[in-house]
């Protein structure tokens, strides 16, 4: 078996893959607590499918009881520029940097079931399950316990060959594999990643209030956002990679080797993106994970960001809105030009 894992892991990495390690589902015990505990304060938000589906979350081995392996994947898709400087550009959206490219979930995915094909290969009788980001499994806390990287303040993981800008995925699997070494934080006194947050999203070192978070606000929140955040949304208008971007970790980022992750939106003029009909947003986020929060939330971001631009020319891109079907869009660049006036 260990010859296994190793003979895995390379293929993993042929594959794209920019780490992989192992561990096991039962090596998580304290993310139940946890997700208990964050789930009852409130702080996921409108996000009920983690309440929903907290049992099987907190706990792996429930998910799937046959599993006795949990092979973990680090994909990087490292930004090639700073994305705190288009902070500064306020006539144009910021999206995440994640977001630049194709959807994650379909390259990754794809990527997993050929690891995972492979591993049946070698041996006969065996089952895989393969997860990215879409069903109930805690990939960060399994991501440390099997020794990819750590959990950083800003709860996020990371890792010193990686940085923090890498996705994660999972293969749950009925082979038994010797697991690797957990890590343990390499955080020490830095506060960057907190110090960063223009919302405060963080309560406590390690700890996060989604409710706060620009990346949960702008693609999650669901209605209206309360207008003294959205003052502080700036102009970002999908997502936000402030507390990523701080992390000093990042000097020894790993390169991205999917071209695909790169080279995408860009950041659009904002009064572009306000001239976006349903069609329109369909056909020019095809592809990209943008396109599912829909025209009517993007449409509320976008004009958030024209709001705070302090470019009063933006108003004749958001004036049309103000009679949008969408009473939150409608709010939105009613806000936008109050606050433009």
Same mark, same amino acid.
């Given at each position: ?179 690797? !070494? ?7 006194? @830095?506060?960057? +990643? #907190?110090?960063? %947050? /223009?919302?405060?999203? &963080?309560? $406590? ?25 959205? !003052? ?7 997502? @936000?990679?402030? +507390? #990523?971007?701080? %992390? /000093?970790?990042?000097? &020894?980022? $790993? ?87």
């Amino acid at each position: 078996m260990d010859d296994l894992k190793t003979r895995l892991v390379a293929r993993a990495l042929e594959e794209g893959f920019s780490k992989a390690r192992v561990t096991t589902p039962d090596a998580i015990p304290q993310a139940a607590e946890r997700l208990e505990a964050f789930v009852d304060a409130g702080m996921h938000g409108q996000m009920g499918w983690m309440e929903e589906r907290r049992n099987w979350r907190g706990n792996p081995a429930a998910l799937w009881p046959e599993a006795r392996s949990v092979v973990m994947l680090a994909e990087a898709y490292t930004p090639d520029y700073d994305p705190l400087d288009l902070l500064a550009r306020r006539d144009r959206g910021v999206i995440s940097a994640y977001a630049q490219g194709k959807d994650y979930h379909d390259l990754v995915k794809k990527r997993l079931k050929r690891v995972g094909r492979w591993l049946l290969d070698q041996v006969e009788g065996e089952e895989i399950k393969v997860f990215v980001d879409t069903a109930p499994v805690m990939e960060k806390p399994l991501g440390q316990a099997a020794g990819l990287g750590w959990q950083g303040k800003h709860t996020n993981l990371l890792a010193r060959d990686l940085g923090s800008w890498f996705f994660l995925g999972a293969i749950f699997t009925t082979v038994e594999l010797p697991p690797d !070494t957990p890590e343990i934080s390499h955080c020490g006194s @830095c506060t960057a +990643c #907190l110090d960063i %947050c /223009p919302t405060d999203a &963080f309560p $406590a070192p390690y700890q996060l209030d989604a409710r706060r978070c620009i990346s949960y606000l702008t693609i999650e929140h669901k209605g209206q956002i309360a207008p003294e955040l959205r !003052t502080k949304l700036g102009n970002r208008i999908y997502g @936000c990679d402030d +507390c #990523l971007a701080a %992390c /000093p970790w990042n000097k &020894f980022a $790993a390169e991205a080797r999917e071209l695909r992750y790169h080279g995408g939106v860009g950041a659009p003029p904002l009064a572009e993106l306000a001239a976006l009909d349903d069609m329109a947003f369909r056909a020019r986020f095809a592809g990209s994970p943008i396109k599912r929060i829909g025209r009517d939330r993007f449409l509320r971001n976008v004009l958030y960001a024209i709001g705070n631009s302090g470019d009063p020319t933006l108003r004749d891109a958001a004036r049309p809105h103000q009679n949008d079907p969408d009473p939150v869009v409608a709010e939105a660049a009613a806000w936008a030009l109050m606050r433009l006036a």
